[in-house]
Nanobody
Framework: VQVQASGGGLVQVGGSLRLSCAAS????????MGWFRQAPGKERETVSC????????YYVNYARGRFTISVDIAKGAVYLQMNSLKPEDTALYYC?????????????????WGQGTLVTVSS
């Protein structure tokens, strides 16, 4: 399985971005897909996760209400719509995949990782 995140960029405070994650693999519909971010000098942290099997979605507190994760099985893609962006959202954003329907709470359980896409929120 290969995954690749895209869609990052420079946005002003309060703006929006939509990140995309393209995934290859025949079992995509049975994977859990997660979004993560890592700011300079900080550990990688979970943002959101979705179970492709039933579209059950999970968010960390800072993402709930501002970010929305979604999946398009036919396209093999997962998206992260980010609204009301803040300077503290500036980070390298990654997507990752894990076989199965359970969304782990920490990044270390995910098996397949792609390169990140940089999001910069300017004030």
């Amino acid at each position: 399985v290969q995954v690749q995140a895209s869609g990052g960029g420079l946005v002003q405070v309060g703006g929006s971005l939509r990140l995309s994650c393209a995934a290859s693999g025949r079992s995509f519909s049975s994977y859990a897909m997660g979004w993560f971010r890592q700011a300079p000098g900080k550990e990688r942290e979970t943002v959101s996760c979705i179970s492709n099997a039933d579209s059950a979605a999970y968010y960390v507190n800072y993402a709930r209400g501002r970010f929305t994760i979604s999946v398009d099985i036919a396209k093999g893609a997962v998206y992260l719509q980010m609204n009301s962006l803040k300077p503290e959202d500036t980070a390298l954003y990654y997507c990752a995949a894990l076989p199965g329907s359970t969304c782990p709470g920490t990044p270390r359980f995910y098996r397949y990782w792609g390169q990140g896409t940089l999001v910069t929120v300017s004030s």
